[in-house]
């Protein structure tokens, strides 16, 4: 059991931190299409697209391999963890697509594409982390804890719901300066819930020694 939630909360961790660098081939040139309207093409050519590829140095691939592999050690507990386990393979392959777009697509499907798949990547991410979670509790509350497990959950609605946020702001602003301040409002709800999840944790294990 043990093992598990900490590579859960290893993945949960990987998958707040964003830092992007460069890498790979400049994408083509990207020109606009009157269909579309210049303003929502350019927040999706300048804002989501960019000029190249840019990878997560903490991978987010790597954080929904923690997440998948933690949930393996404890589908035994509670088979509701499948639901999240299903949907992590969506998001990895989303995740590689969406860098790959611009040298497969051009104009509309292109640009179509890259929105779609970054609000549908966003979308399950979310819920892949809410069925995890709610597996996770599941495995460890108690009776004694459940004012932590409510702190807990307080504290995840938070930090989704800022990660919501976030991928609003990218869209409009871009990964700017707004963008790496609002990120400290996710990463601090982060560490708080995962505070309480090791909290819980502590107390059944404790409990069952």
């Known amino acids: 059991m043990k ?14 931190l964003d830092i992007r660098i460069p890498m790979g081939d400049a994408y083509p040139p990207m ?7 210049e303003v929502f093409q350019g927040k999706i050519i300048n804002n989501l697209i960019g000029i190249g590829p840019k990878i997560d140095v903490i991978s987010d691939v790597l954080g929904y391999v923690f997440l998948f592999l933690g949930a393996i050690f404890l589908l035994k507990y509670d088979f509701k963890f499948i639901f999240g386990m299903i949907l992590i393979p969506f998001a990895i392959y989303l995740y590689i697509t969406i860098l790959r777009l611009p040298y ?32 996770v509790i ?26 919501g946020i976030l991928s609003g702001i990218h869209f409009f602003y871009s990964r700017g300066v707004f963008y790496s301040i609002y990120s400290l409002v996710m990463i601090g709800a982060t560490v708080f819930y995962l505070n309480r999840l090791y909290v819980i944790t502590k107390f059944k294990l404790e409990e069952n020694s």
């Open 104 to 135: 497969n697509f051009i104009l509309g499907d292109l640009y179509l594409k890259a929105a779609g798949y970054h609000f549908v990547l966003v979308f399950i991410e979310i819920l892949t982390e809410l069925f995890i979670i709610k597996g």
């Open 138 to 163: 599941n495995v460890v509350q108690t009776t004694q804890t459940k004012w932590n497990v409510n702190e807990l959950l307080v504290g995840w609605v938070l930090a989704m719901i800022s990660k």
């Open 3 to 16: 093992k598990g939630i900490i590579l859960i909360a290893i993945g949960i961790i990987l998958l707040a």
């Open 31 to 37: 020109e606009m299409i009157d269909e579309l309207g």
